[in-house]
């Protein structure tokens, strides 16, 4: 139960502190360097689900009445404006780099400095200082809090108490001791600075991330690739590596919606001027749909097909300057990088169908498919000829089992699979084509159909069967297309869609959360009752009953 209310609270924190207004002050107390900028639009999420109606919940409501929990936590849980904090207004979180040593900070406005300082008096010991306009408090497990009349900074540790993030602390290169260094002299100068932060050194500056919060959307994200890549220890390894073309200025912006039966997620990837002229040149426009009808099953579980020459991938390795030791490699099995070049089209498809896992995840059942189209089968037979003498898995009835003709290449963990794909007259007509036609890239997932290979499993836990009905009855699948350019970068569109299609999905992952946590607590209740022992077996059996 303590994981689980950890785990609710952690969500809420991650959405009171990310959001702030559309116009780009938000970048000018944000450094350039900044790894992971995050913006919850707290007002759009409150007309999709209310804190009325969070209150309402059974999560809530557990919590709320824990005898153990501070009263000025209960008061703020009650009502949250009493931290003096203007959400409204909206808060923005980030990570970044100081001095080599990462930090997690927290930004916003207030709405009563009072009630702010009151608030802040729960997590110190201590007493504020002022240095000019800005006043600073130390706050327990050693992070600061500065404000002015206007606008607070929180600055922590990544490895506080108060920011457990979890497995983004891997992608983000944070560190993962639970000890947090005393930084509080370095986050009071730190603080100071990010209120005065030049325009040239902060993400005022920035048009990429400018132009993402003049999206409509209920969540905002930025992500740095470029600053995270060069500050992981990883980089070290890879220096002899011509990286450079690769990272240098590469970020990504993605908007979240919470909209009717479905999460909506737009991305749009920034790259190194090398690489977009490479990835702009050997896109396709759009991936072959005759070759997804070929597949001989309509029960498709997963699904990734692109239009992309390979010639854009050779161009790609010889910007690492790495093409002449990858040739010497593979010049004495018989193709060289050309050959990889001309073999195919372009055009692939990867489709995995007819999924049985029956009882068990050790041996499930299914088919995959991996297609391409044939450009110069000379240089293809070369490839596949080096393939047969490095591995003993392209012979009968093993997982690369492959067929072809002049046009089409197919590969499948069945031989008899593949030759259906290749020979048959499939036009299987799918649900989802019409979502994915007309994109360079395209990804389908079905969550349902996944969900359901779980109904033949053994129900007899208790809430399983619950658990997996409320889940069969939340998730449908995930649909993502994109790999077009369009002003300076790279969009892709992704949405995760519920079965649900007239209520906006955040209620509904709201109640579905509820639901798994109404569940939790009834297997709880039911496993402790089991472990108590009857009064049958507490008192002796009459002495004439035994013999």
């Not at 919940?57 to 501070?70: F, G, R, V």
């Not at 703020?76 to 909206?90: A, H, K, R």
């Not at 749909?289 to 390795?317: C, H, Q, R, Y």
């Amino acid at each position: 139960m303590k994981s689980f209310l950890k785990l609710s609270f952690i969500s809420v924190i991650v959405l009171f502190f990310s959001s702030c207004g559309k116009k780009n002050e938000v970048g000018k107390m944000i450094p350039d360097n900044a790894m992971f900028v995050a913006q919850v639009n707290l007002k759009s999420l409150g007309n999709k689900l209310s804190w009325k109606e969070i209150q309402q919940t059974d999560i809530y409501k557990k919590a709320i009445s824990d005898s153990s929990m501070e009263e000025w936590r209960k008061k703020l849980l009650e009502d949250p404006s009493g931290s003096g904090i203007d959400f409204d207004e909206g808060l923005i979180f980030f990570t970044a780099d100081h001095n080599g040593n990462k930090y997690f900070a927290v930004e916003g406005k207030i709405k009563n400095t009072g009630d702010f300082d009151q608030f802040n008096k729960n997590f110190s010991d201590g007493a504020a200082t002022k240095d000019g306009d800005i006043s600073l408090l130390n706050l327990k497990d050693n992070g600061v809090v500065g404000r002015d009349n206007a606008h607070f900074v929180y600055l922590m540790n990544p490895e506080s108490k108060m920011v457990d993030m979890g497995k983004w602390k891997d992608r983000l290169n944070l560190p993962k001791n639970n000890a947090p260094a005393d930084r509080s002299v370095e986050f009071s100068d730190l603080c100071k600075k990010l209120f005065s932060l030049k325009t040239d050194s902060s993400l005022a500056k920035n048009d990429k991330f400018a132009s993402l919060l003049k999206e409509t959307g209920d969540i905002h994200i930025y992500q740095n690739t470029d600053a995270m890549i060069n500050n992981s220890p990883a980089m070290g390894m890879l220096g002899m590596l011509k990286l450079d073309a690769f990272t240098k200025g590469n970020s990504s912006t993605y908007t979240i919606n919470f909209d009717n039966g479905k999460i909506d997620v737009s991305q749009k990837l920034f790259v190194s001027k090398e690489l977009t002229d490479i990835v702009k040149k050997y896109m396709g426009n759009s991936i072959d749909m005759d070759m997804i009808k070929k597949i001989p099953s309509n029960n498709v579980i997963g699904l990734l097909a692109s239009n992309f020459k390979p010639e854009g991938i050779t161009e790609m390795i010889k910007l690492t300057g790495v093409d002449g030791m990858i040739n010497s490699y593979t010049q004495p099995m018989g193709f060289n990088l050309d050959d990889f070049s001309k073999a195919t089209n372009g055009k692939w498809l990867l489709a995995s169908t007819d999924l049985n896992i029956s009882d068990s995840m050790h041996h499930p059942e299914f088919n995959y498919i991996f297609a391409a189209g044939i450009d110069n089968k000379a240089s293809l037979q070369k490839m596949l000829d080096a393939a047969k003498k490095t591995t003993s898995q392209m012979g009968k009835d093993s997982l690369v089992n492959y067929v072809m003709n002049d046009k089409l290449f197919a590969q499948s963990n069945h031989t008899s699979f593949a030759n259906q794909y290749l020979n048959g007259n499939s036009n299987t007509s799918f649900n989802f084509a019409d979502k994915i036609s007309g994109h360079p890239v395209a990804f389908y997932f079905d969550i349902h159909k996944l969900l359901s290979q779980f109904s033949s499993w053994n129900m007899s836990k208790p809430g399983r069967k619950e658990m997996l009905d409320k889940s069969l009855d939340t998730w449908n699948n995930i649909i993502s297309t994109g790999g077009e350019f369009n002003k300076g970068g790279f969009i892709f569109n992704t949405e995760v869609n519920l079965v649900n299609k007239d209520r906006n999905s955040l209620q509904q992952l709201s109640n579905y959360l509820n639901q798994l946590f109404l569940i939790h607590e009834k297997e709880k209740t039911e496993t402790s009752n089991s472990t108590a022992l009857p009064d049958s077996l507490l008192v002796p059996p009459p002495a004439d009953t035994i013999k």
